[in-house]
């Protein structure tokens, strides 16, 4: 069974960076590349919101508009890992962050589609 492992969360300030990790395992007949990516998020009293996903190739790419020209989505298949970049971070930013994933799925921001999430990693952007 596919499991997602999140890294990389934290206190940040305004302006600052950080990279998210979601490394992947437990493939048993299944490969790595077979997989669809995408990273959503989540703060408190907010709804749900899809931040960026990656074709099981890598070539296709998408971000939600509050985090296009900010935030870059990558994958390492030598690695099994999946990079959210995220610069010039603002207060609004703050919130769980959780990597989800979806064999042979398609680049997608629409929650329904992923099957697999992982437990989520806490961004605080803040001064």
């Known amino acids: 069974q596919l499991q997602l492992a999140e890294s990389g969360g934290g206190l940040v300030q305004p302006g600052g960076s950080l990279r998210l990790s979601c490394e992947a395992s437990g493939f048993t007949l299944d490969r790595y590349v077979f997989y669809a990516f995408g990273w959503f998020r989540q703060a408190p009293g907010k709804e749900r919101e899809g931040i960026s996903c990656i074709s099981s190739g890598g070539g296709i790419k998408n971000y939600g508009d509050s985090v296009k020209g900010r935030f870059t989505i990558s994958r390492d298949n030598g690695k099994n890992t999946v990079y959210l970049q995220m610069n010039s971070l603002k207060p609004e930013d703050t919130a769980v962050y959780y990597c989800?994933?979806?064999?042979?799925?398609?680049?997608?921001?629409?929650?329904?589609?992923?099957?697999?999430w992982g437990q989520g990693t806490q961004v605080t952007v803040s001064s």
């Open positions: 989800v994933a979806q064999k042979f799925g398609t680049c997608t921001l629409s929650a329904q589609v992923y099957n697999t």
